[in-house]
């Protein structure tokens, strides 16, 4: 991923998808502290959480993609 300076949409898709990993990350930790304690419901309920964060990650991955093809193209052809 590259985010383009001054490009709005590159901004806001990159802290989109920062804030979400951080979530992502945050709750693997809560996970961990879960099992370690051994409650069971508290686990599922966190692995439901963490595969919707990582579905989020994945479409704003796609979204990035899209954005740079459909916005940037010229400057990366050019810069190859």
Known sequence: MSIFEGCKE?????A???ATTMEWFRLQGQLRIAEYSHEEESSY???AEINS???RRQALRDDIEKHELAAHRRTNTASS
Do not use: F, K
């Open 53 to 55: 964060t990582a579905r």
């Open 45 to 47: 309920r966190i692995v």
């Open 10 to 14: 590159c901004q806001r898709l990159s």
């Open 16 to 18: 989109a998808y920062e």
